[in-house]
């Protein structure tokens, strides 16, 4: 699996990679239409870019892809029978003001424990570069589990920052991944808002129609 594929921009990309890279792309497709096999195609592509990560020394990334294969099988479970705190089927949904800030402040919190963590305890090159994503992609699985629409612009944030940390490292097909991964999780906020539009009139009309 670690054997070279191709050379892409002079660098080798390998078997592993690839699969990865197509496992993910399927994975964030069907998360933007909201169909729930994504979650079995995000444990496969986790476990293969946790491999790859580690491989590169990004241990921040590594670590992180436990942490998806675990809220891939929650998220899934959520998807299928998860429920609102008022018994309504789990459906698209916007945080509260106070659930927003609540959001940041746990990023900000994550970024620097797991900066600190990198820094002190492994030979990271790039400790708190690699945290910073990998503290958003915790916050924007959790979000995406429960159909909050503001996971797509924390993915939006982490896929930018991705993009960065991964040309670094010389993972360039990865780097494309995330680049489309960007565009993507710009198309998810789009359709998402428009879903949420959706559901708002029609729970405004339905109990006139009761009458």
Same mark, same amino acid.
């Given at each position: 699996?670690?054997?070279?594929?191709?050379?892409?921009?002079?660098?080798?990309?390998?078997?592993l990679?690839?699969i990865? %890279?197509? @496992? #993910?792309?399927?994975?964030? *497709?069907?998360?933007?239409?909201?169909?729930?096999w =994504?979650?079995? +195609? !995000?444990?496969?592509?986790?476990?293969?870019?946790?491999?790859?990560?580690?491989?590169s020394?990004?241990?921040?990334?590594?670590?992180?892809?436990?942490?998806?294969?675990?809220?891939?099988?929650?998220?899934?479970?959520?998807?299928?029978?998860?429920?609102?705190?008022s018994?309504?089927?789990?459906?698209?949904?916007?945080?509260?003001? %106070?659930? @927003? #800030?609540?959001?940041?402040? *746990?990023?900000?919190?994550?970024?620097?424990?797991? =900066?600190?963590? +990198? !820094?002190?305890?492994?030979?990271?090159?790039?400790?708190?570069?690699?945290?910073?994503?990998?503290?958003g992609?915790?916050?924007?699985?959790?979000?995406l589990?429960?159909k909050?629409?503001?996971?797509?612009p924390?993915?939006?944030?982490?896929n930018?920052?991705?993009?960065?940390?991964?040309?670094?490292?010389?993972?360039?097909?990865?780097?494309? @991944?995330?680049a489309?991964?960007?565009?993507?999780?710009?198309?998810?906020?789009?359709?998402?808002?428009r879903?949420?539009?959706?559901?708002?009139?029609?729970?405004?009309?339905?109990?006139?129609?009761?009458?």
């Amino acid at each position: 699996m670690l054997e070279t594929a191709f050379t892409l921009w002079e660098a080798p990309v390998t078997w592993l990679e690839v699969i990865a %890279f197509a @496992l #993910a792309l399927g994975c964030v *497709a069907c998360n933007i239409l909201e169909i729930h096999w =994504g979650w079995p +195609l !995000a444990i496969a592509s986790s476990a293969l870019y946790g491999w790859l990560f580690f491989a590169s020394r990004l241990y921040g990334e590594a670590g992180l892809q436990l942490f998806f294969i675990a809220t891939a099988a929650w998220g899934w479970w959520q998807w299928l029978f998860g429920r609102r705190a008022s018994g309504a089927a789990l459906a698209v949904a916007s945080l509260t003001r %106070f659930g @927003l #800030a609540r959001a940041l402040a *746990a990023w900000a919190f994550g970024w620097g424990a797991i =900066g600190l963590f +990198l !820094a002190t305890l492994t030979d990271s090159e790039v400790p708190y570069f690699d945290a910073f994503p990998t503290a958003g992609s915790l916050l924007g699985q959790v979000l995406l589990g429960r159909k909050f629409i503001e996971n797509w612009p924390v993915w939006i944030v982490v896929n930018a920052a991705s993009v960065v940390l991964f040309a670094s490292r010389g993972l360039w097909l990865t780097t494309v @991944l995330y680049a489309v991964f960007l565009v993507m999780a710009l198309a998810g906020w789009w359709r998402w808002r428009r879903v949420r539009d959706a559901i708002a009139p029609a729970k405004a009309v339905a109990p006139q129609a009761a009458t």
